[in-house]
């Protein structure tokens, strides 16, 4: 039971409480929203952890005390920085308690709203480009991250619902050889996040073939990790050292967890403006990927999970997926020029603790002249990393005929976080070097 629910005496909608469960079957009444439902109850909490009152005693107030109380009550709100909008929308909540408590006509709530401008915006908002979104894929540190960077871009889904995903819902076509991906979103997913599915709204997306690459990756990491999958398991599911190991499968990723991973590997990636890149901002990119490529408006607005005019909804039934999926196979999320080869091994290279490195070229290319970028690069990360320059073939041949050839032996070699290392260990892996960022380079002998 959450803490809000233990306090509000609160069971599904309905509450022992009388004045809180007249404020439920309101709700209930109107709009049946969980996540409504989870953010009254919280507002109402904390007022009455500010006040001292219970919700019984609140609604005992005469107006004028009771306008003091909630009045009081959101200019601490304000006064801690939260952003008008929230405030509001807590005022919101509470006179609706109060209202469906009594407080109505003459009796009603006198407290005054905090201005809030059009185009409004606490936060300020960062929209990468197509490139950026794939260099903060391959900075991420990991698959896991990869897959959830490129999830959230190429099938535009929120927060909440990326975390409520299950294994079950992709297993079948990820097992297949599909490379355009179906992902559901249904109601049944709030019992993971009650925001999960806005509005109730069922509704699909796909992931597109770099996506689905990224997470059929994500997966083979996973179960080397964890053993076999369920269907009931969380697809991402959380790695957070505040979660036992044992509970890690079960539990998904949390909302604050993947709104830092995204920040991060855009700090990661250089983008300058990485404080205000969201999970948000990468929806809002696959919005402009979906309007830049000409769909169709109706598809467009079906695949954002938005409520469609009309009747429109049976014309994407289960029988018109493989139509919206050709639909679909034709956007173009990501470019696959040589340059951007080039852009990800940067990326690669600072995320190995190779600082300035655009710097570093052009100072090489200025003191060798002739030399591509490419190149540049490449030496610079063998000595950066202190790996050797690559032998001619002449010289490995001769090497190849002065040793046994019973005596070469075949290494697979992976770069990972140092909480990772004891399930690698665990293997048969070896640590190899520790790198400048604090990364392991390990690797293990193949059979």
């Known amino acids: 039971m959450r803490v809000w629910e233990e306090f509000l005496k609160i069971e599904g909608w309905n509450s022992r409480c009388d004045s809180v469960n007249r404020a439920l079957k309101h709700y209930s009444r109107k709009i049946r929203s969980e996540k ?131 294994y079950g819902d992709l297993r079948q076509e990820l097992e297949s050889k599909i490379n355009i991906v179906k992902i559901p979103v249904y109601p049944e997913m709030k019992k993971i996040d009650p925001a999960a599915c806005k509005g109730d709204i069922p509704y699909y997306s796909f992931a597109e073939p770099e996506t689905v690459k990224a997470l059929r990756e994500y997966l083979e990491e996973r179960r080397k990790r964890f053993g076999d999958i369920a269907d009931e398991e969380p697809f991402f599911c959380s790695d957070s050292n505040q979660v036992r190991r044992e509970e890690q499968k079960m539990t998904p990723v949390s909302k604050n967890g993947l709104e830092r991973m995204v920040k991060r590997a855009a700090k990661q990636a250089g983008i300058e403006q990485w404080r205000d890149v969201t999970p948000k901002c990468l929806r809002k990119a696959y919005e402009s990927a979906l309007r830049n490529n000409r769909l169709d408006p109706k598809d467009q607005e079906f695949l954002m999970g938005h409520i469609l005019p009309g009747t429109q909804d049976p014309y994407y039934d289960s029988t018109k997926v493989e139509d919206l999926r050709a639909k679909y196979a034709k956007i173009e999320f990501f470019k696959t020029a040589q340059v951007d080869k080039l852009e990800m091994i940067k990326v690669f290279a600072q995320t190995l603790g190779i600082d300035k490195i655009e710097v570093k070229i052009q100072k090489l290319r200025e003191e060798q002249n002739g030399l591509d970028e490419m190149e540049a690069l490449g030496r610079i990360m063998r000595e950066e990393l202190g790996i050797k320059p690559l032998e001619t073939k002449m010289v490995r041949k001769r090497k190849r005929n002065d040793e046994d050839c019973n005596s070469h032996k075949k290494y697979e070699s992976k770069i990972i976080d140092e909480k990772e290392l004891l399930s690698y260990i665990d293997d048969g892996w070896e640590i190899v070097k520790e790198l400048k960022n604090g990364k392991l380079a390990i690797r293990r002998e193949l059979a």
Not at 75 to 102: C, D, P, W
Not at 118 to 126: D, G, I, P, T, V
């Open 36 to 166: 409504t439902r989870e953010n009254f109850s919280i507002t109402l909490m904390l007022l009455c952890r500010h006040s001292g009152l219970n919700p019984d005693a609140l609604v005992a107030l005469d107006p004028a005390e009771a306008s003091r109380v909630c009045q009081d009550f959101t200019n601490h709100l304000r006064e801690k920085e939260y952003s008008i909008r929230y405030v509001n929308v807590s005022q919101a909540y509470l006179k609706t308690f109060f209202k469906e408590n009594g407080f109505r006509a003459e009796r009603e709530l006198k407290v005054e709203r905090y201005h809030q401008p059009s185009r409004y915006h606490k936060k300020l908002e960062y929209i990468p480009d197509s490139e950026e979104i794939r260099r903060m894929g391959y900075a991420s540190g990991s698959a896991k991250n990869r897959a959830m960077i490129f999830a959230l871009y190429t099938s535009g889904l929120r927060n909440s619902t990326l975390r409520a995903i299950r």
